[in-house]
Nanobody, 121 residues
């Protein structure tokens, strides 16, 4: 499977943005899709994940209540709805696929190319 992330852009603090991650190829029912991000000068960090088959979700504390991960099986697409964006959300966002319900990037073997989100204050 290949992943293509899109939807990034420049927004102001408090705005919303929706990222999409389109998958080409078969996504197995046991797969886990996730979003990670890398802010300037920082390590890549986990943001959210979702089980492809059951829609079980999990979020890092800093985005709980503001971000929502979802998937559309028919479109083979995972979304990250981001609300009440803050300057500290500025990062390159990556979608990833793996087989472990994990927050570690090491457990994801397929990555999209990243999409830049910039939040101005």
């Amino acid at each position: 499977v290949q992943l293509q992330a899109s939807g990034g852009g420049l927004v102001q603090a408090g705005d919303s943005l929706r990222l999409s991650c389109a998958a080409s190829g078969r996504i197995f029912s046991s797969s886990v899709l996730a979003w990670f991000r890398r802010a300037p000068g920082k390590e890549r960090e986990f943001v959210a994940r979702i089980r492809w088959s059951r829609s079980t979700t999990y979020y890092t504390d800093s985005v709980k209540g503001r971000f929502t991960i979802s998937r559309d099986n028919a479109k083979n697409t995972v979304y990250l709805e981001m609300n009440v964006l803050k300057p500290e959300d500025t990062a390159v966002y990556y979608c990833a696929a793996g087989s472990q319900y994990s927050s570690s990037p090491l457990d994801y073997n397929t990555w999209g190319q990243g999409t830049l989100v910039t939040v101005s204050s």
